[in-house]
């Protein structure tokens, strides 16, 4: 029996450590040929730290410190190693390789070769938009009709449309 389950690679630590009874791997998103020519650089999602404004410089030279242990090559190496996130400088990526962790972790730089593999484009620098993580799930949901055959691909992918932008116009009408 095989699983295909399509997720962040955050999951990986959590995995790694909770699942013991059968194997586990990890590839790139599956790419439907007659849609491109080639495989293109996925769009990073996932967690994010914000520095909001109205607060002491006392505060911000502190949060400044913060981001810079948590940004440090060995810290983001050992998060990376540990949780599954993508690592957020090259230094890190170096340190993990240098480690030897990508051979004893077969698959664990998936999301990093997706995330770099060729120069971005217009559509995938990244997004910015109302509603992101609520039309990120209306996808999810519709790619899990199509992998459990309860919806052919052109019928799920019409159906994220539809019910995305119904959550852009809400997030146009509540921001006027």
């Known amino acids: 029996e095989t699983i295909l389950w399509i997720n962040s690679s955050a999951y990986y630590g959590g995995f790694q450590k909770d699942i013991k009874d059968f ?11 007659s849609a491109a020519d080639r495989p293109q650089n996925s769009i990073i999602g996932g967690a994010t730290l914000w520095v909001l404004q109205g607060h002491e410089e006392a505060e911000y030279k502190c949060v ?9 090559a060995e810290q983001q190496a050992s998060w990376h190693q540990n949780t599954g996130y993508v690592p957020i400088t090259t230094a890190a990526y170096d340190l993990s390789k240098q480690q030897g962790f990508y051979e004893t972790n077969p698959g664990t730089d998936v999301a990093i070769k997706q995330l770099s593999l060729n120069t971005p484009t217009a559509n995938s620098k990244g997004v910015r938009f109302g509603n992101f993580v609520q039309v990120r799930d209306v996808i999810n949901e519709e790619l899990e009709a199509v992998w459990t055959g309860q919806k052919s691909a052109k019928d799920a992918m019409d159906d994220a449309v539809a019910r995305g932008n119904e959550l852009l116009r809400k997030f146009e009408a509540a921001n006027k």
Do not use: A, V
């Open 64 to 72: 400044g410190e913060f981001f810079n242990y948590i940004s440090n």
């Open 23 to 33: 194997e586990f791997g990890q590839t790139m998103l599956p790419l439907e040929n």
